[in-house]
């Protein structure tokens, strides 16, 4: 393609809402566009490159038996009311009615709809396994779209659905695409982590989330270099302490003024934070969006909540529990803003952590202004509700697998596997018939690539302070010939020689003809980030030209035969 | 791929709600899945052909110079408010809301998305002419869904938009497009006309449609084989009558008892029916479903009014009429059912067919119970608020070019080009800096292509009564190869060298290893409408094999490399 021909508008300046690498590059090189808050158009560059990371997906997703379909992106609210998450999904699940007053949504995700093709169309045990997958528009009504295609409100994602025999077969799948998504995110040319995830508001017992390591991501891991242990903070298991062999102390009310936080309070009294009991008060909602209970979670003092724990351990929602107005809670249950304890709640749920009940003689709040109670143990002083694991596991804590010191990554997560087993095949009534036509229930899982992330994933990974690098595989185009003066007979011939070769070589190869400066040519061609840079200027009368790798500072003066010859090799090495 | 591993799902009954051939045998082939009324999804064989086709127009758009994007599906109100189509569009607009109430449609045409990336993108003479176009999902809210593809809610469209500096470039952009249209129908297996069409609810001034021809379409055009008009019915300009020359006679009231209809009146006063007048009653409705007018329609007795010519005189979408309410129209205009004329009627608009001026003597109703107007004459007796031809082209009619007799036929239309102009580049300020750095208006074309009705289009035209015939450019595999019995060594063996011949060849291939009795292979080979089919059986033993091509009935033992030979050349040729 001749640059002077393609639509490519490549900005000077930084776009003013963008403040991370993919979408500063991404919108300066003219690759996407927004056009609302949250909704990106892609242009023919960022097209050409997302269309190779989807042929990437495609491959690999065939080489492991699936089979590409495509639903419909708008989806009936019946078959979301049936797997129940149409009450359960908040806010950001896109709803809208049709002209005659029918509820649909745009789906965020498929499992209700795959789920409903397979009961329909699977009978025999001789259709199963079974993989199924589409690359497709998918929908999230964010509260705060932010970092372009990172967080956006329309995507583009891959999402693939197993469907099993047996937990065993289940695993096999599993594995499968566990194995595929490494192959593709390698070919992608991304350094990424598989790693143990929530599961979240899909459902299912396992999950690992593909994350590619980046400073900017949203995604934070915590994974140990003396064993394998590698999760996300929300899901990674912490090491209880030890528990204490400490004997009971009688419990004893002290006077605290003023100590409202945990280091105001070990502080005065002179303890070790870990000696003291630590309270987050939350209040929960319904279905409808109206309060319906409050909840008291008790951490040691020096501990981290983990939020995604505790709404696990409560079997609710994300979206269903959120930070509780003092005030008003003290009003119902007698907590006291800052001097909460276990002691004196009433009228909510009490959650401790695992640890704590191991614990002797902590301090915590006395439920009275001012007031803290020494020497409070759990069995004999209280009782909780729930006993789960609700801690963070943070950098240099002790790794629950072998307790070395666990270390912090931040990472995108790019992919994500679910074991789903029947949790949709019994809501919606999928069964095969096995060998001796006995109905059973269908083993699911599923698995998803957010395949515009992964595009602004790369770009994190692969640019500097000019621009994107891409790496070959997913570049737009493999090579650009930069003619620096179009206006030069022998310099335009020369160009044009090497443009022929290359594509005839099939070598998809860019043309920058355009009548501008060459400081702008040579700033676009790194702006854009195509691999191999052909530079044909005064050196074209001798026959020499300009090479140049976008990922190398050197460039060499080779002869135009050479420089053809380089770039063929190159791109087919690592097309 | 082997059958046994792939998800195909036939079915032996023709689903109900199917009418046409290509909606039952899509289903029945279990290529497509109906999931609500409109909304289809594409199982694993239905999708290979789609892509296939996708592919076609990919490379004949991008041969015009044609470059892809992807846009958003979800287009905000504003943009469609700039255009004024916000109000304009009727209910199959499917609009939507986001969590924060803002207005958002499910696009079903970019033209204001795509006029919002140029005029933001271009500001140069020399960035022109552009064409930029996107295969993407579309959305529109039929009242009545039907027809399976053919008319559904959601559905593929290609649509391109082309940018330039002059209508004189515009017309070789659409010149292009209308080639490029016919290479790709031509590849489809497509028989098909282009006929000319009218613009409705996207605009501008000349159009093209693309029709496949098939009794089943919804289209109708008017064609002539003694020059080179076609047109849709909607579009067909008319020959007008001959002005009469006959003076015009003195009017007359006539006692005409229940004749409501024109042939009624023409039999009890003796007229031919071309001396009549024939009125058509309408209520108009404005942006918010109001109802805001009348309007009184007239053409010659034995004419059929073409109601998208009408709107088009009136300035209206065709949405905002529907026939009136007789008697409540009566109260406001005193027309009267059966008996209306020009004469008489009132607080309406009377809207007169372009041939009534130049015909004398007509006779009408009497706006009065069981009466009629003889030698009602326009111009003498009555005027119009607009007259123009609101009259249907019908088949035997003269030929408005050259006057044979003009043939009808039916279609699907499958593709449309439009001379767009400055419409949306006024609405929406879309400039570009000529030579002297003046403000020009940015001239446009837009150009569609419904990818799954042309699929369905296909089948109507490709098939009989035992199922599909693919053309081989978009069958989903090229070769079957119906293993006989599976259990069979010999049998097996040979088939299975058949496939790795085939597969090393390049040819998308089909094993059909199911454990199911011959018929039922040979009967779903048929459905499926794979174009070769190759029978391994019991020959085999002897090296022979079956071979037959989908549409032709006759099969012949050959070898079994012949076989291959054969389905690698056939394959090669037409593929």
Known sequence: MKLSKMHVKTLREVPNEAEIASHILLLRAGMIKKLVSGVYGFMPLGWRSLRKIEEIIRQEMDAKGGQEILMSAVQPAEL????????????????????????????????????????????????????????????????????????????????????????????????????????????????????????????????????????????????????????????????????????????????????????????????????????LLFVTYDDEGEENGYVAAFIRGDRELNLIKLVNALNIPEHAIAFADENKMAAATDCVGGFTGPIGLHDCKIVVDSEIPGLKNLCAGACKTDYHLKNVNYGRDYQADIVADIKLLQAGDPCPVCGAAVKHARGIEVGQVFKLGTKYSEAMGAYYKDENQQDQLIVMGCYGIGV????????????????????????????????????????????????????????????????????????????????????????????????????????????????????????????
């Not at 690992?208 to 949203?218: I, P």
């Not at 062999?245 to 070790?272: S, W, Y």
């Not at 997913?474 to 650009?480: K, M, T």
Request: charged share 30%.
């Open 452 to 575: 515009t992330r992964t595009l602004a994933a790369i770009v994190e990974q692969h640019h500097d302070e000019n621009g994107i690098i891409w790496p070959m595989s997913v570049a737009p185009y493999q090579v650009v010939i930069t003619l620096v003066n179009p206006e030069d007979e022998i310099q335009a011939e020369v160009a044009e020689h090497i443009y022929q070769q290359l594509l005839q070589a099939r070598v998809e190869v860019l043309l920058d003809d355009r009548k501008e400066r060459p400081g702008v040519k040579f700033k676009d061609a790194d702006l854009l980030g195509i691999p191999v840079r052909v530079t044909v200027g005064r050196g074209a009368a001798q026959g020499q030209v300009e090479y140049k790798l976008r990922r190398e500072s050197e460039k060499e003066e080779i002869s135009t035969e050479e420089a053809i010859a380089r770039a063929i090799k190159i791109v087919a090495e690592e097309r």
């Open 80 to 279: 979301w009311m049936e797997s129940g998450r149409w009450s359960k999904y908040g806010p950001e699940l896109w709803r809208l009615k049709d002209r005659n007053g029918r509820d649909f949504c745009l789906g965020p995700t498929h499992e209700e709809i795959f789920t409903d093709v397979v009961r329909n169309d699977v009978s025999s045990h001789r259709q199963l396994p079974l993989n199924l997958y589409q690359i497709q528009t998918k929908y999230r009504d964010e509260a705060r779209p932010r970092f372009g295609l990172m967080r956006s409100r329309e995507f583009i994602m891959k999402d693939a659905y197993s469907f099993d025999k047996s937990y065993e077969d289940l695993d096999k799948s599993y594995q499968d695409m566990y194995d595929a998504y490494g192959e593709i995110f390698t070919r992608c040319g991304l350094t990424f982590r598989p790693v143990e995830a929530d599961t979240g508001a899909i459902g299912g017992s396992n999950s690992h989330e593909f994350t590619a390591l980046s400073e900017v991501g949203e995604s934070e891991i915590a994974y140990c270099e003396s064993c394998h242990m590698a999760a996300t903070t929300e899901k990674a298991l912490c090491a209880d302490a030890v528990p204490s062999t400490e004997a009971q102390l009688p419990m004893e009310e002290v006077h605290t003024p003023n100590t409202k936080t945990i280091e105001d309070v070990a502080n005065f009294l002179g303890l070790d934070q870990k000696q003291t009991l630590k309270a």
